[in-house]
């Protein structure tokens, strides 16, 4: 088909292009009633960041879904987003802004492809089955035309699969490589069996963290589907406040969001509470797809030893081997993830910048980067805690 024929229109609202249209490209996998492989990208998900006002005006990320359609049918949506800071993404291109307005020029507004504040890899140019060869570089194409036709000075796919990395750099765009720490299930069968995998001094470690975690005086409860009630998310909202002051300034999401969560989203997730004297403590929240556990926050009122390790980590690891889940994304950043069985993987982002001179520049800031990255997972990955091939332990 000829890509002409293509029409690309942009969206301030996602319900301009409506919930079936949407997840027919972002889940066809799940109209089985299943799990999709990414909950983000779901329009569930994207339209309760909307509707609770977590993006809009006033947030710094406006929506401006795009969609590709062909013969009056809907081939690929993208959820993107004119932003006017870089808060909120978690690949990191504040240093990028710096040195392009210390130039001269203008770095924001940019247009940035991605799920808001959600550090979780997954498809973002979702396209309809069977329609994959041109709804691709179509929205890869209307995106940088849109970016160009209004003198704004890049655009950003963050978090892309390494396919749609690929398929970018083939297009022209430059390709970013960093790392998070993900737990992949090795056939362990239980927390047990994964355990058995570990060198003797890491398996003890984990066995004592647990202890400790687990002998903080209350219970830990997972909450999952119709299980998650209004007063679990009252008590977690608490819990995100806290954590959002300390690390953001404030928090992303809004209270509503909780509150839409509770009727759309509550399928999507398993939420990790622990109670002590008839009082919620410290909570974490995951995020359920297909063949992954995504955990994305944590929070508490009360410190206690190990129970953010307990309650974010070897929790996530539970549900996930109960519910055959491959893999738990355990959000950005943290070496302390690696002694608990989260290795250091390659995560993936997509770059176009205006400015040629600027873009030749961090054309050769991303080689040597990548090159770093792949030492960096190398280092990190003989450092894990899992046992040594030939290497015989004594108990």
Known sequence: ??????EITVHPAIAGIGADDWDACACPEAADGGAPNDPFTTYRFLSALEDSGSVGPGTGWQPQYISARSGGQVIGVAPMYVKSHSQGEYIFDHNWAH????????????????VPFTPATGRRFLLRPGHEGIALP???????????NNNISSLHATFCTQAEAEAGAQMGLMHRVTQQFHWHDDGYGDFDGFLSSLSSRK????????????GFGGTIHTFQGDDIQPEHWDAFWRFYQDTGARKWGSPYLTRQFFDIAQETLRDD???VLAERDGRWVAGALNFIGRAALFGRYWGCTEHHPCLHFELCYYQAIDIALARGLSRVE????GEHKLARGYLPSETHSLHWIADPGFSDAVARYLEAERE???????????YGPFRKANVEEQE
């Open 372 to 382: 770093a990255v792949a030492e960096e997972i190398e280092i990190l990955t003989e």
């Open 269 to 271: 997730i398993a939420l």
């Open 138 to 148: 179509a929205l890869v194409q209307g995106a940088v035309q849109l970016a160009a």
């Open 99 to 114: 040195a392009y307005e210390r130039a001269g020029g203008r770095y924001y507004p940019k247009l940035q492809i991605a």
């Open 203 to 214: 398996r003890k470690n984990i066995r004592k963290e647990r202890a400790q975690a687990q």
């Open 330 to 333: 355990a959000g950005a950043q």
């Open 1 to 6: 088909m000829d890509q002409a024929e293509i």
